[in-house]
Structures are given as structure tokens and as C-alpha cells.
């Protein structure tokens, strides 16, 4: 079996991890807690690929995703990392 980059796809957005130090002021923006951010399995294949080149990505990691769009731009996201 092939190991393929899903991150290199066209329809997948670009996730980054973000740093410990930013956590705090997006949660403040957000008005939210990491329990209510929408989340992301550790399983999935883009944590696997992001953890390839950055090494382990522990639960309760934020991941900005950044989604291009024609009429908005580029759009912000955040997951958190669960067990999974």
C-alpha cells in the first residue's frame, strides 16, 4: 500500500497546529472553551500526516484550518484533538 499526503488534495484545506502560546487569545476571540470547538480524532489522516512532520500531536492540540473560498476568502477554523 501507498502512503499518500491528503494534504497535498485539492479539496483538503491547510490545517496547522497551533502554538501553545496563541491558544488562549483564539479561545478568548472565539468566546468559547476548547470543549465547544468542533473536534478532530487523532486517527484521522491529516493529524497522521501533520504528526509525521511535527512529530507526536497530543489531545486538546488546537488546528486552525484555513479554507480558500471564491465569495468569502479564506476562511478559519479550529478543531481539537481527541483520542480516536
Known sequence: MTDINVLVHHLVPEHQIVKKEEEENILKSLKASKDEL????KSDPVIKILESAYGSIEEGTLIRILRESKTAGVSIAYRVVVRG
Open 38 to 41: 468542533p473536534k478532530i480524532r
